[in-house]
């Protein structure tokens, strides 16, 4: 079957992002397809490359990049919400006129049409958030 | 159409599991996760309604309940499901709503 995840939550708020990573991480290993992982509203902060978190913990944005990668997965954030929260791809920010970017590689920037697009998609659209 | 509607708030925190029970239709499943697994234990007002609901499944995320040191007073009727049991409920019903 085919899903998609909206994530709404931004990483160590509160537990939405965790939750979807294992629900992705089950979906995969149950064979399902994921078609798309789209990230709004804090939910973009899950994007940075910059996160260091206490070594005894989890590093949330890289789990999402390391399943990302391992799965082709197509990890959208939503460019509205990114520029809002100082969310940047290398493009973005050079087109900003700013000194750096943050967005890691495993995820891109688009619009909310991707969004819907996934929903239409999709067998499912599972939200998860605050 | 069966649904499956999730619920990620404490019953004490937020009023999303009453405007979901009110709302779910026969058929269709309730499952707790995060901390909407505190509506899934025994001895207090919610337990009541959950036990008084007709036509409506329940079901709890094990690994959610567990953190929470809840296993122990989880109430009967509610099925206990792991991320692998999520992902099957998802697939089980027509659609999902996340009651956030």
């Not at chain 1, 909206?6 to 397809?33: C, M, R, V, W």
């Not at chain 1, 087109?95 to 239409?120: H, K, M, P, V």
Request: proline share 2%; net charge negative; glycine share 8%.
């Amino acid at each position: 079957m085919k899903f998609s995840i909206q994530i709404n939550e931004g990483p160590y708020q509160h537990q939405a992002s965790d939750t979807a990573y294992q629900f992705t991480k089950a979906a995969l290993a149950a064979g399902h397809e994921i078609f798309r992982v789209f990230f709004y509203h804090d939910g973009v902060n899950n994007a940075t490359r910059l996160a260091v978190p206490p070594q005894d913990d989890r590093n949330i944005g890289k789990l999402w990049q390391e399943l990302g990668k391992e799965n082709n997965l197509d990890m959208v954030v939503c460019i509205a919400a990114a520029q809002r929260r100082g969310m940047m791809d290398a493009d973005e920010a050079k087109r900003q006129g700013l000194d750096t970017d943050n967005i890691a590689a495993a995820f891109r920037i688009s619009g909310l049409g991707q969004l819907i697009e996934a929903g239409i998609n999709s067998d499912r659209l599972v939200v998860f958030g605050a | 159409m069966a649904l499956l509607h999730t619920v990620n708030k404490s019953p004490f925190e937020s009023s999303s599991f009453d405007t979901c029970l009110g709302y779910a239709k026969d058929g269709s499943t309730i499952l707790f996760i995060e901390d909407g697994v505190y509506a899934a234990t025994t001895g207090h007002s919610v337990a009541d309604k959950i036990k008084n609901a007709s036509g409506v499944s329940f079901a709890v995320l094990g690994p959610d309940l567990q953190a929470r040191g809840l296993e122990s007073k989880l109430a009967d009727g509610i099925k206990v499901v792991d991320y692998d049991g999520f992902v099957n409920l998802v697939a089980e019903h027509d659609s999902v709503q996340s009651w956030l």
